[in-house]
Protein backbone atom coordinates (compact mmCIF):
# COMPACT_ATOMS: atom_id res chain seq x y z
CA UNK A 1 0.00 0.00 0.00
CA UNK A 2 1.17 3.55 -0.55
CA UNK A 3 0.91 7.11 1.35
CA UNK A 4 -1.40 9.08 -0.33
CA UNK A 5 0.52 12.26 -0.92
CA UNK A 6 0.16 15.91 -3.21
CA UNK A 7 1.71 14.87 -6.24
CA UNK A 8 -0.77 11.86 -6.28
CA UNK A 9 -3.27 14.85 -7.49
CA UNK A 10 -2.03 15.60 -11.11
CA UNK A 11 -4.98 13.11 -11.86
CA UNK A 12 -7.49 14.43 -9.50
CA UNK A 13 -6.90 18.16 -11.02
CA UNK A 14 -8.35 16.78 -14.13
CA UNK A 15 -10.86 15.20 -12.35
CA UNK A 16 -12.36 17.89 -10.94
CA UNK A 17 -12.83 19.67 -13.94
CA UNK A 18 -14.67 16.87 -15.56
CA UNK A 19 -18.86 16.83 -15.31
CA UNK A 20 -20.18 15.20 -12.27
CA UNK A 21 -21.53 12.37 -13.98
CA UNK A 22 -17.84 11.97 -15.46
CA UNK A 23 -16.30 12.74 -12.05
CA UNK A 24 -17.26 10.27 -9.80
CA UNK A 25 -14.92 6.89 -9.86
CA UNK A 26 -15.68 3.51 -7.76
CA UNK A 27 -19.04 2.12 -7.13
CA UNK A 28 -22.35 4.36 -8.12
CA UNK A 29 -23.82 7.14 -5.28
CA UNK A 30 -25.65 4.55 -2.79
CA UNK A 31 -29.26 5.51 -2.67
CA UNK A 32 -30.41 6.25 0.84
CA UNK A 33 -34.38 4.53 0.74
CA UNK A 34 -36.75 7.23 1.95
CA UNK A 35 -34.85 10.23 -0.24
CA UNK A 36 -33.34 10.96 3.03
CA UNK A 37 -30.05 11.79 2.19
CA UNK A 38 -31.61 14.10 -0.88
CA UNK A 39 -33.66 16.21 1.41
CA UNK A 40 -30.71 16.26 4.46
CA UNK A 41 -27.93 17.66 1.93
CA UNK A 42 -30.80 20.38 0.60
CA UNK A 43 -30.31 21.28 4.34
CA UNK A 44 -27.25 20.46 4.73
CA UNK A 45 -25.74 22.41 2.33
CA UNK A 46 -25.80 25.75 3.28
CA UNK A 47 -26.08 27.42 -0.04
CA UNK A 48 -29.40 25.22 -0.44
CA UNK A 49 -31.16 25.85 2.93
CA UNK A 50 -34.36 27.14 1.84
CA UNK A 51 -34.90 30.61 0.92
CA UNK A 52 -37.27 31.76 3.42
CA UNK A 53 -37.76 30.56 7.00
CA UNK A 54 -41.25 28.86 5.62
CA UNK A 55 -38.66 26.71 3.16
CA UNK A 56 -35.86 26.57 6.14
CA UNK A 57 -38.97 24.99 8.12
CA UNK A 58 -40.73 22.45 5.93
CA UNK A 59 -37.38 20.87 5.37
CA UNK A 60 -36.82 20.55 9.23
CA UNK A 61 -40.52 18.76 9.07
CA UNK A 62 -39.47 16.61 6.14
CA UNK A 63 -36.05 15.87 7.92
CA UNK A 64 -37.86 14.90 11.28
CA UNK A 65 -40.29 12.96 9.78
CA UNK A 66 -37.92 10.30 7.98
CA UNK A 67 -35.97 10.70 11.40
CA UNK A 68 -39.20 9.33 12.74
CA UNK A 69 -39.58 6.32 10.18
CA UNK A 70 -36.20 5.22 9.90
CA UNK A 71 -36.60 4.75 14.06
CA UNK A 72 -39.58 3.16 13.93
CA UNK A 73 -38.24 0.91 11.48
CA UNK A 74 -36.09 -0.64 14.52
CA UNK A 75 -32.54 -0.80 12.53
CA UNK A 76 -30.58 0.25 14.98
CA UNK A 77 -26.40 0.60 13.60
CA UNK A 78 -25.31 1.15 16.30
CA UNK A 79 -21.37 0.48 17.19
CA UNK A 80 -19.01 1.34 20.28
CA UNK A 81 -18.48 4.90 19.09
CA UNK A 82 -20.20 6.58 15.74
CA UNK A 83 -23.66 4.83 15.74
CA UNK A 84 -22.32 3.65 11.97
CA UNK A 85 -22.67 0.07 11.19
CA UNK A 86 -19.91 -1.07 10.09
CA UNK A 87 -19.27 -4.58 7.61
CA UNK A 88 -16.64 -5.46 10.79
CA UNK A 89 -13.55 -7.34 9.66
CA UNK A 90 -10.19 -6.78 11.89
CA UNK A 91 -8.31 -3.69 11.82
CA UNK A 92 -5.61 -3.74 9.68
CA UNK A 93 -2.63 -1.99 11.61
CA UNK A 94 0.71 -2.60 10.62
CA UNK A 95 2.33 -5.50 12.23
CA UNK A 96 5.29 -4.77 14.43
CA UNK A 97 9.17 -6.21 15.14
CA UNK A 98 10.98 -8.19 11.77
CA UNK A 99 7.92 -8.57 9.74
CA UNK A 100 7.16 -6.46 6.28
CA UNK A 101 7.49 -2.56 6.42
CA UNK A 102 4.37 -0.57 7.14
CA UNK A 103 2.77 0.88 4.54
CA UNK A 104 3.73 4.30 2.56
CA UNK A 105 0.97 7.06 2.75
CA UNK A 106 -0.87 7.50 -0.12
CA UNK A 107 -0.05 10.69 -2.15
CA UNK A 108 -2.00 12.48 -4.77
CA UNK A 109 -0.29 10.58 -7.61
CA UNK A 110 -1.68 7.59 -5.80
CA UNK A 111 -5.20 8.35 -6.05
CA UNK A 112 -5.64 6.58 -9.32
CA UNK A 113 -9.45 6.69 -10.57
CA UNK A 114 -9.84 2.63 -10.09
CA UNK A 115 -9.54 1.74 -6.61
CA UNK A 116 -9.29 -1.65 -5.49
CA UNK A 117 -13.05 -2.72 -3.18
CA UNK A 118 -12.57 -4.92 -0.24
CA UNK A 119 -14.69 -5.60 2.12
CA UNK A 120 -13.86 -3.99 5.19
CA UNK A 121 -14.04 -0.21 5.26
CA UNK A 122 -11.45 1.70 4.43
CA UNK A 123 -10.46 4.75 6.13
CA UNK A 124 -8.49 7.50 5.02
CA UNK A 125 -6.09 9.48 8.15
CA UNK A 126 -3.25 12.29 7.78
CA UNK A 127 0.15 10.51 9.04
CA UNK A 128 2.08 7.34 8.46
CA UNK A 129 1.76 4.20 10.37
CA UNK A 130 2.40 4.63 14.19
CA UNK A 131 0.66 8.64 14.03
CA UNK A 132 -2.05 8.80 16.83
CA UNK A 133 -4.77 9.87 13.66
CA UNK A 134 -4.26 6.07 13.32
CA UNK A 135 -4.97 4.64 16.18
CA UNK A 136 -8.02 7.19 16.46
CA UNK A 137 -8.78 5.59 12.85
CA UNK A 138 -8.72 2.45 14.83
CA UNK A 139 -10.77 3.27 17.17
CA UNK A 140 -13.81 4.71 14.87
CA UNK A 141 -13.83 1.77 13.13
CA UNK A 142 -12.36 -0.97 14.84
CA UNK A 143 -12.44 -3.54 11.98
CA UNK A 144 -11.37 -1.45 9.43
CA UNK A 145 -8.51 -0.91 7.17
CA UNK A 146 -6.70 2.04 7.96
CA UNK A 147 -5.09 4.10 4.83
CA UNK A 148 -2.18 6.46 5.59
CA UNK A 149 -1.95 9.74 3.53
CA UNK A 150 0.37 12.51 3.97
CA UNK A 151 -2.07 15.54 3.85
CA UNK A 152 -5.21 15.89 5.32
CA UNK A 153 -6.35 16.67 1.98
CA UNK A 154 -5.09 14.19 0.43
CA UNK A 155 -7.52 12.21 3.18
CA UNK A 156 -10.48 14.47 1.85
CA UNK A 157 -10.20 13.59 -1.65
CA UNK A 158 -9.45 9.63 -1.07
CA UNK A 159 -13.06 9.58 0.74
CA UNK A 160 -14.86 12.20 -2.21
CA UNK A 161 -13.06 9.70 -5.08
CA UNK A 162 -13.95 6.21 -3.41
CA UNK A 163 -10.56 5.31 -2.53
CA UNK A 164 -11.57 5.51 1.40
CA UNK A 165 -15.12 5.29 2.95
CA UNK A 166 -14.20 7.20 5.68
CA UNK A 167 -11.98 9.92 6.73
CA UNK A 168 -10.87 10.39 10.79
CA UNK A 169 -9.01 13.64 10.98
CA UNK A 170 -8.52 15.82 14.18
CA UNK A 171 -9.79 19.20 15.07
CA UNK A 172 -8.84 20.14 18.00
CA UNK A 173 -6.68 19.28 21.22
CA UNK A 174 -7.27 19.68 25.03
CA UNK A 175 -3.77 21.60 25.30
CA UNK A 176 -2.83 22.79 21.75
CA UNK A 177 -6.08 24.13 20.23
CA UNK A 178 -7.89 23.88 16.86
CA UNK A 179 -6.64 22.39 14.01
CA UNK A 180 -7.34 25.30 11.66
CA UNK A 181 -6.59 23.53 8.30
CA UNK A 182 -9.17 20.59 9.17
CA UNK A 183 -11.80 23.41 9.86
CA UNK A 184 -10.63 25.00 6.54
CA UNK A 185 -10.69 22.03 4.83
CA UNK A 186 -14.28 21.29 6.02
CA UNK A 187 -15.69 23.70 4.73
CA UNK A 188 -13.58 23.40 1.22
CA UNK A 189 -14.80 20.24 0.61
CA UNK A 190 -18.31 18.51 0.80
CA UNK A 191 -18.35 15.62 3.46
CA UNK A 192 -20.40 15.17 6.18
CA UNK A 193 -19.52 14.97 10.07
CA UNK A 194 -20.55 11.00 11.10
CA UNK A 195 -19.14 11.04 13.97
CA UNK A 196 -16.30 11.98 16.54
CA UNK A 197 -13.72 10.08 18.23
CA UNK A 198 -11.62 11.60 21.80
CA UNK A 199 -8.10 10.22 21.69
CA UNK A 200 -6.25 10.07 24.79
CA UNK A 201 -2.40 11.40 23.51
CA UNK A 202 0.23 10.01 25.32
CA UNK A 203 3.70 11.74 23.92
CA UNK A 204 7.47 9.60 24.52
CA UNK A 205 10.50 10.93 23.50
CA UNK A 206 12.35 8.78 20.85
CA UNK A 207 16.12 8.49 19.73
CA UNK A 208 18.08 5.76 18.49
CA UNK A 209 19.27 2.86 20.17
CA UNK A 210 22.21 3.98 22.08
CA UNK A 211 21.64 7.60 21.91
CA UNK A 212 21.79 9.42 25.04
CA UNK A 213 20.46 13.24 25.62
CA UNK A 214 23.84 14.70 25.53
CA UNK A 215 24.18 14.04 22.09
CA UNK A 216 20.95 15.48 21.13
CA UNK A 217 20.82 19.01 19.22
CA UNK A 218 17.01 18.99 17.96
CA UNK A 219 13.61 18.24 18.83
CA UNK A 220 11.25 17.28 15.60
CA UNK A 221 7.49 16.13 15.44
CA UNK A 222 4.12 17.73 14.41
CA UNK A 223 3.83 21.08 15.43
CA UNK A 224 0.50 20.03 17.58
CA UNK A 225 2.87 17.26 19.63
CA UNK A 226 5.68 20.35 20.28
CA UNK A 227 3.48 22.61 21.64
CA UNK A 228 1.31 19.85 23.83
CA UNK A 229 4.73 19.09 25.48
CA UNK A 230 6.38 22.49 25.52
CA UNK A 231 6.67 22.66 29.22
CA UNK A 232 7.50 19.31 29.81
CA UNK A 233 10.68 19.06 27.74
CA UNK A 234 12.24 22.62 29.15
CA UNK A 235 11.76 20.94 32.34
CA UNK A 236 13.16 17.51 31.61
CA UNK A 237 16.32 19.63 30.02
CA UNK A 238 15.44 18.79 26.43
CA UNK A 239 16.23 22.68 25.65
CA UNK A 240 17.47 22.19 21.91
CA UNK A 241 15.52 23.46 18.99
CA UNK A 242 12.49 22.43 17.75
CA UNK A 243 11.42 21.41 14.23
CA UNK A 244 8.09 21.17 13.09
CA UNK A 245 7.16 18.07 10.69
CA UNK A 246 3.91 16.30 9.05
CA UNK A 247 3.30 14.19 11.73
CA UNK A 248 4.37 12.11 15.01
CA UNK A 249 5.48 8.78 13.32
CA UNK A 250 6.80 10.34 10.58
CA UNK A 251 9.20 12.26 12.41
CA UNK A 252 10.65 8.97 14.08
CA UNK A 253 10.48 7.16 10.72
CA UNK A 254 12.86 10.41 9.58
CA UNK A 255 15.40 9.61 12.20
CA UNK A 256 15.27 6.09 11.76
CA UNK A 257 15.61 5.97 7.83
CA UNK A 258 18.49 9.04 8.29
CA UNK A 259 20.00 7.09 11.18
CA UNK A 260 19.83 10.82 12.98
CA UNK A 261 21.85 10.51 16.58
CA UNK A 262 21.62 14.47 17.05
CA UNK A 263 17.90 14.25 16.87
CA UNK A 264 15.01 13.01 19.10
CA UNK A 265 11.12 12.85 17.76
CA UNK A 266 8.20 12.93 20.28
CA UNK A 267 5.79 10.52 18.88
CA UNK A 268 3.60 7.36 20.22
CA UNK A 269 5.27 3.58 22.24
CA UNK A 270 3.66 2.29 18.79
CA UNK A 271 6.24 4.67 16.66
CA UNK A 272 8.85 3.54 18.92
CA UNK A 273 8.12 -0.29 17.95
CA UNK A 274 7.46 0.40 14.80
CA UNK A 275 10.67 2.18 13.60
CA UNK A 276 13.32 0.63 16.61
CA UNK A 277 13.82 3.85 18.43
CA UNK A 278 13.92 3.90 22.15
CA UNK A 279 11.74 5.52 24.38
CA UNK A 280 14.25 8.38 26.52
CA UNK A 281 10.69 9.78 28.30
CA UNK A 282 7.84 8.61 28.77
CA UNK A 283 4.31 10.48 29.08
CA UNK A 284 6.13 14.02 28.40
CA UNK A 285 2.57 16.07 27.56
CA UNK A 286 2.15 18.76 29.73
CA UNK A 287 -1.12 17.64 30.94
CA UNK A 288 -2.17 13.87 31.62
CA UNK A 289 -5.55 14.66 30.49
CA UNK A 290 -4.57 15.51 27.44
CA UNK A 291 -7.04 14.53 24.24
CA UNK A 292 -7.31 15.01 20.85
CA UNK A 293 -10.86 15.24 19.31
CA UNK A 294 -11.33 13.65 15.23
CA UNK A 295 -14.27 13.86 13.33
CA UNK A 296 -15.05 11.42 10.79
CA UNK A 297 -15.90 12.12 7.60
CA UNK A 298 -18.01 10.44 5.00
CA UNK A 299 -19.66 11.13 1.53
CA UNK A 300 -23.32 10.58 3.08
CA UNK A 301 -24.48 12.42 6.06
CA UNK A 302 -26.07 9.77 8.55
CA UNK A 303 -29.81 9.85 10.38
CA UNK A 304 -30.31 12.30 13.40
CA UNK A 305 -31.37 10.28 16.36
CA UNK A 306 -33.06 11.23 19.58
CA UNK A 307 -32.47 8.25 21.28
CA UNK A 308 -28.59 9.06 22.35
CA UNK A 309 -26.80 12.01 22.96
CA UNK A 310 -25.75 13.80 19.31
CA UNK A 311 -23.69 16.65 19.12
CA UNK A 312 -24.50 19.22 15.26
CA UNK A 313 -21.80 21.06 14.06
CA UNK A 314 -22.74 23.76 11.85
CA UNK A 315 -20.83 26.41 9.88
CA UNK A 316 -21.65 30.53 9.17
CA UNK A 317 -21.20 33.36 7.94
CA UNK A 318 -22.62 36.85 7.60
CA UNK A 319 -22.03 39.57 5.26
CA UNK A 320 -22.01 42.52 8.38
CA UNK A 321 -19.08 40.51 9.96
CA UNK A 322 -19.49 39.79 13.95
CA UNK A 323 -22.88 42.23 14.51
CA UNK A 324 -24.86 38.94 14.07
CA UNK A 325 -22.91 36.57 16.54
CA UNK A 326 -24.72 37.51 19.77
CA UNK A 327 -28.47 36.44 17.82
CA UNK A 328 -26.93 33.25 16.44
CA UNK A 329 -26.28 32.52 20.65
CA UNK A 330 -29.13 33.37 21.65
CA UNK A 331 -31.06 31.68 19.17
CA UNK A 332 -29.27 28.75 21.18
CA UNK A 333 -29.31 29.61 24.46
CA UNK A 334 -33.41 30.88 24.46
CA UNK A 335 -33.54 26.62 23.94
CA UNK A 336 -31.48 25.95 26.16
CA UNK A 337 -28.86 24.36 23.58
CA UNK A 338 -25.65 24.10 24.75
CA UNK A 339 -22.93 25.30 22.39
CA UNK A 340 -20.06 22.80 23.08
CA UNK A 341 -17.32 24.75 20.50
CA UNK A 342 -16.78 28.07 18.84
CA UNK A 343 -14.47 29.25 16.54
CA UNK A 344 -14.06 32.00 13.53
CA UNK A 345 -11.74 31.85 11.21
CA UNK A 346 -10.84 34.14 8.09
CA UNK A 347 -13.56 34.51 5.61
CA UNK A 348 -11.48 33.46 2.44
CA UNK A 349 -13.41 34.59 -0.38
CA UNK A 350 -13.96 38.21 1.53
CA UNK A 351 -11.00 38.65 3.99
CA UNK A 352 -11.71 42.40 4.66
CA UNK A 353 -14.77 44.76 4.68
CA UNK A 354 -13.42 48.18 4.63
CA UNK A 355 -16.07 51.42 5.64
CA UNK A 356 -15.19 54.87 4.35
CA UNK A 357 -15.69 57.11 7.84
CA UNK A 358 -14.68 60.22 4.98
CA UNK A 359 -12.94 62.67 7.12
CA UNK A 360 -12.22 60.18 10.13
CA UNK A 361 -10.39 57.88 7.42
CA UNK A 362 -11.05 54.02 6.21
CA UNK A 363 -12.31 51.51 8.78
CA UNK A 364 -11.04 48.23 8.12
CA UNK A 365 -12.78 44.96 9.47
CA UNK A 366 -11.49 41.36 9.32
CA UNK A 367 -14.13 39.40 8.30
CA UNK A 368 -14.99 35.74 9.62
CA UNK A 369 -16.70 32.37 9.28
CA UNK A 370 -17.89 30.89 12.27
CA UNK A 371 -17.82 26.82 13.58
CA UNK A 372 -20.44 26.39 16.24
CA UNK A 373 -20.75 22.68 17.86
CA UNK A 374 -23.82 22.19 19.84
CA UNK A 375 -25.13 19.80 22.31
CA UNK A 376 -28.18 18.58 20.45
CA UNK A 377 -29.61 16.23 17.63
CA UNK A 378 -30.81 17.79 14.37
CA UNK A 379 -34.05 14.96 14.63
CA UNK A 380 -34.84 17.41 17.60
CA UNK A 381 -37.72 19.95 16.86
CA UNK A 382 -35.82 22.58 19.21
CA UNK A 383 -32.55 22.14 17.07
CA UNK A 384 -34.56 22.45 13.90
CA UNK A 385 -36.70 25.81 15.46
CA UNK A 386 -32.80 27.57 16.61
CA UNK A 387 -31.54 26.85 13.08
CA UNK A 388 -34.25 28.15 11.03
CA UNK A 389 -33.41 31.47 13.31
CA UNK A 390 -29.48 31.53 12.95
CA UNK A 391 -30.43 31.09 8.95
CA UNK A 392 -32.41 34.49 9.49
CA UNK A 393 -29.22 36.25 10.95
CA UNK A 394 -26.60 34.65 8.48
CA UNK A 395 -25.83 34.80 5.18
CA UNK A 396 -24.51 31.44 4.43
CA UNK A 397 -25.34 28.20 6.51
CA UNK A 398 -24.38 24.84 6.63
CA UNK A 399 -24.72 21.54 8.50
CA UNK A 400 -21.40 20.04 8.67
CA UNK A 401 -23.17 17.01 10.23
CA UNK A 402 -25.66 15.76 13.23
CA UNK A 403 -23.95 12.73 14.92
CA UNK A 404 -22.90 10.67 17.94
CA UNK A 405 -20.79 12.13 20.67
CA UNK A 406 -18.37 10.14 21.97
CA UNK A 407 -19.02 8.58 24.78
CA UNK A 408 -16.62 6.57 26.10
CA UNK A 409 -15.29 5.88 29.14
CA UNK A 410 -13.05 8.73 30.51
CA UNK A 411 -9.17 7.19 30.67
CA UNK A 412 -6.60 9.85 31.08
CA UNK A 413 -3.45 8.96 28.71
CA UNK A 414 -1.86 6.69 31.18
CA UNK A 415 -1.57 3.90 28.51
CA UNK A 416 0.77 4.42 25.53
CA UNK A 417 -0.91 4.53 21.86
O1 LIG B 1 1.06 13.43 14.14
C1 LIG B 1 0.22 12.61 14.53
O2 LIG B 1 0.51 11.55 15.06
C2 LIG B 1 -1.19 12.92 14.34
O3 LIG B 1 -1.99 12.04 14.33
C3 LIG B 1 -1.59 14.36 14.22
C4 LIG B 1 -1.96 15.01 15.53
C5 LIG B 1 -2.63 16.39 15.27
O4 LIG B 1 -2.86 16.80 14.15
O5 LIG B 1 -2.93 17.07 16.26
C6 LIG B 1 -2.96 14.19 16.21
C7 LIG B 1 -2.97 14.02 17.54
C8 LIG B 1 -1.97 14.66 18.41
O6 LIG B 1 -2.64 15.74 19.02
C9 LIG B 1 -0.82 15.19 17.68
C10 LIG B 1 -0.81 15.26 16.35
Not at 380 to 403: H, K, P
Request: with cysteine.
Amino acid sequence: MHTLTPSSFNSLTYLNRVQPSQNRVGPPRRTVKCGYSLEFSNLTHGFGVGSSRADFQHSCAILASKVISQQDDGNHHVSAVNGESTAATNLQLVPLGNKPLPPKPLTITDLSPAPIHGSSLRVAYQGVPGAYSEAAAGKAYPNSEAIPCDQFEVAFQSVELWIADRAVLPVENSLGGSIHRNYDLLLRHRLHIVGEVQLPVHHCILALPGVRKEYLTRVISHPQALSQCENTLTKLGFNFAREAVDDTAGAAEFIATNNLRDTAAIASARAAELYGLNILADGIQDDPNNVTRFVMLAREPIIPRTDRPFKTSIVFAHDNGTSVLFKVLSAFAFRNISLTKIESRPHRGRPIRVEDGESEGTAKHFEYIFYIDFDASMAEVRAQNALAEVQEFTSFLRVLGSYPMDMTPWSPSSSSH
